[in-house]
Each structure stands twice: as C-alpha cells, then as structure tokens.
C-alpha cells in the first residue's frame, strides 16, 4: 500500500515537470512561429505536443489527459486571452482524444509521427471550426485553412520525429516502460522513477 502511494507521489511528480515543460515549449514555440511564419501569425510549429505525445505513449488515460488540460490552462493564462483560450483549448482536447484512440486502435500500425499527424490536423480543423463559431466568419476562415492544414501537416511530422526520437532516448538509455518503471539491464530488476 505504502508503495502505491510512492508511485502515485511519482507519476503526480513526473506529470507536473511534463506540464511544466508544455508551458515552457508552448512559449517558446509562440516566440519562434512568429519568425518562421511572418505571413501567417495564427501558425504555430505545436512544440509542446511533443509532451502530449509523450504521456499518451507513457501514462494512463487519465494521467495524460491531465497533463493536455493542464498544459491548457497554463499556456491560457500565461499567453492568451479568453478567446484564445477557448480555441486553443478546445484543439487541444479533440487533438488528445483523436491520438489518444489511434494510439490504442493502431499501436502497431502507426508511429509518432502518424499519431502526431492524426493530432495536428484534428487540432487546425477544430481551431477552424472554433474560430468560425465564435467569431462568425463563415467560410472565409477556410480559405486561410486549407494553408494552415499545410502547415500544420509538416510541423506534425517534424513535432512527431522529435518526439519519437526523445521516446526512443528514455526507452533506450534509462530503459523507461509504460508502466513508469526504470528496468535495470545488470539485474532485470525494476527499479521505479
């Protein structure tokens, strides 16, 4: 029982560092999507789905779902506004379902990278369709979108390599499994994070 309450003390400890990372990521990505598309200031690269990815690939349900409201919240009050918010938000939550259930539906089909794909279009579509309700732009939002589908496909592809690569990384080199177990080579014990 006393072990139990370890690992969830733990899992609570590595998902707030992986929040934490989201925020920072998130604002990062917001400093540099401005250099990288000078005409389109709406796009962003999605940095911090590298995390999402991650603790879909490494928690449970509910824990990585945390994690993607968290980050939410607290990219929403550093960066937005309420609209922005709302938006980004709302993207955020139909992005994390749609990878979440690919990830469970086509494990060994797809990588990363097609997960992170998946989640990226899901996330400009919703965006599109978000914008257009809230500020009753009717089709016009859609001309801009089709670009920003573009856009958001290649950045996937780019966020999905990185975070394939990072997975890899702790897979490989402190030997992490999805049970949030460090499995020690020498002994084929397990020793937890």
Do not use: C, R, W
């Amino acid at each position: 029982m006393h072990q139990n309450k370890v690992n969830k003390v733990q899992e609570l400890a590595i998902a707030s560092i992986m929040v934490a990372m989201a925020a920072v990521l998130s604002f990062f990505d917001k400093s540099i999507s401005i250099i990288a598309f000078p005409f389109l200031p709406v796009a962003k690269i999605g940095l911090a789905n590298i995390v999402i990815l991650l603790a879909i690939y490494i928690f449970d349900f509910k824990t990585s779902l945390l994690i993607t409201v968290l980050k939410s919240v607290v990219v929403g009050l550093i960066l937005g506004s309420i609209s922005s918010f709302i938006i980004g938000a709302s993207a955020s939550l139909v992005s994390f379902f749609g990878m979440f259930l690919a990830h469970k539906l086509l494990k060994d089909k797809t990588s990363l990278v097609g997960i992170s794909v998946i989640g990226g279009f899901l996330h400009i579509v919703t965006q599109l369709f978000v914008v257009m309700f809230i500020y009753h732009t009717g089709d016009a939002v859609f001309k801009s979108g089709a670009l920003l589908v573009l856009i958001s496909l290649v950045t996937s592809i780019i966020v999905g390599i990185a975070g394939n690569g990072l997975y890899k990384y702790l897979t490989i080199h402190y030997h992490l499994n999805s049970d949030l177990e460090l499995v020690s080579e020498d002994k084929g014990e397990n020793n937890e994070l």
